[in-house]
Every structure is written in structure tokens, then in C-alpha cells.
């Protein structure tokens, strides 16, 4: 019931190009859904999030796509830069609990 | 402080010895947590607390760790009796609370059992 389940677990991607990642979750409980931004030897850190309510969010070249009916969230990251090589997770929030549950991440590897 | 602060970066015991991992969250946050991240992939929740009260230790393995967040004192995770599996990255975060989901993570503490 708690489970995030994410893809890819590993994605390469040109310089330019359009980075997708994709989440999918089982508890309808969750009430907020951020994506983290982690580079080696760091913590996490919040990088975007969108609640249910709304079915897109755009900051910058980062957008979450949200699919509440088929309990899907995705991650695009226009004109990707070799900066943007991290591992991202994605999370759903349960509001009684005040609990993030991750997704197993994905390591995104952006070529000059 | 502004972000918040894990002490030690890394430590390193001997399988049976006590750890002991240090958080101080940023000021002016009401809630802290502590997860356990192993082989640099899953997130495992641990605890939480409110202020110096526990909120939630469903995640917590009770038998060999303990937690405390005492007022005006950095918040604590401690194992006692290490185990190899307990090998892992540690990160605190903390939040305001209220209607604020917002985490705020720190860099973690390195956990090597040998």
C-alpha cells in the first residue's frame, strides 16, 4: 500500500535532450508528491512537487506530469545539461503520517 | 542555522560496537526524521519526531536503536551492538510542520560496519 515504484532505474541522455523518469503509486492517502535532486555524497534535496489536484506543474525546464486516475506522476527535464546528472527520486507525502516514501531512484547521466 | 547539520560525515565501528549519529535541524523546525539509505538507492524511514516528542517509529528496528530530540540539545540516533547490515548513509531532515511538507535533508553520516 505505501509503495512508489519508479523508471528507469538508470537513463542516459544527450546534452539538449528531454529527460522523462516515471512513478507510479498504490496509496490513495498520499496528499503531495515531490521529486528529490541527490548528487554524490549529498542529501537530498527538493527539487519539485505538485499535489494532486493539479495535473501539471512547470518550474523552469523541470515539469511534473500527474495522472491522479491511473495513480501515475512523471518527471520531465527539457534541454537536459550534463549538470543535471544526478539521481532523482520521486516520493509520495502521506498528510496523517507526515511521511515521504521514496522511489527507488534513478541515476540520470546527461552527456556533453 | 539555515540548513541542517549531521555530525560525524563518516564513522566507521566494529561489528557489536555503539554508533552514535548527530542531527541538528534547521531553527525554527518543529518536526525532524531520520532515514536510512542503503547501497545509495532506497530510502528506509526510521523516525520522526515533533519537537521532542516521538511522532512515528514505525520504521524503527526497536531491539538495537534508539532515538532522542532533546530540547536545546542535537537530536540523536544511536544502534546499539552494530550489525554489517546496519552499513549504510543516514540522513536527518527536518521540517517546519503544519501544512509544510517541505524536507529539508542533511548531508548524512556514513555508517561502515567492519
Known amino acids: 500500500q505505501q509503495q512508489v515504484k519508479q523508471s528507469p532505474q538508470s537513463l542516459i541522455v544527450q546534452k539538449g535532450g528531454i529527460s522523462i523518469i516515471n512513478c507510479a503509486y498504490e496509496?490513495?492517502?498520499?496528499?503531495?508528491f515531490p521529486w528529490y535532486q541527490q548528487f554524490p555524497g549529498k542529501g537530498p534535496a527538493l527539487l519539485i512537487a505538485?499535489?494532486?489536484?493539479?495535473s501539471e506543474k512547470k518550474e523552469g525546464r523541470f515539469t511534473i506530469s500527474f495522472n491522479k486516475s491511473a495513480k501515475q506522476f512523471s518527471l520531465h527535464i527539457m534541454d537536459s545539461q550534463p549538470g543535471d546528472s544526478a539521481t532523482y527520486f520521486c516520493?509520495?507525502?502521506?498528510?496523517?503520517?507526515?511521511?515521504?516514501?521514496f522511489g527507488s531512484g534513478t541515476q540520470l547521466t546527461v552527456l556533453p | 542555522g539555515e540548513e541542517v547539520a549531521q555530525t560525524p560525515k563518516h564513522l566507521v565501528r566494529g561489528e557489536g560496537q555503539k554508533a552514535k549519529l548527530y542531527c541538528a535541524p534547521i531553527k525554527g523546525h518543529s518536526y525532524v526524521f531520520w532515514y536510512q539509505q542503503v547501497l545509495k538507492n532506497e530510502f528506509k524511514f526510521l523516525i520522526s519526531f515533533q519537537n521532542e516528542n516521538v511522532f512515528d517509529e514505525t520504521g524503527m528496528p526497536k531491539e538495537r536503536f534508539s532515538a532522542k530530540c532533546l530540547p536545546n540539545s542535537p537530536c540523536s540516533l544511536e544502534i546499539q551492538a552494530t550489525k554489517l547490515e546496519d552499513s549504510a548513509v543516514y540522513f536527518c531532515?527536518?521540517?517546519?510542520?503544519?501544512?509544510?511538507?517541505?524536507?529539508?535533508f542533511g548531508s548524512g553520516t556514513q555508517l561502515s560496519v567492519l
Open positions: 505538485i499535489r494532486p489536484d493539479v
Open positions: 516520493a509520495g507525502h502521506s498528510g496523517s503520517a507526515r511521511q515521504l516514501t
Open positions: 531532515a527536518s521540517s517546519q510542520g503544519g501544512t509544510n511538507e517541505k524536507l529539508f
Open positions: 496509496n490513495t492517502a498520499f496528499d503531495y
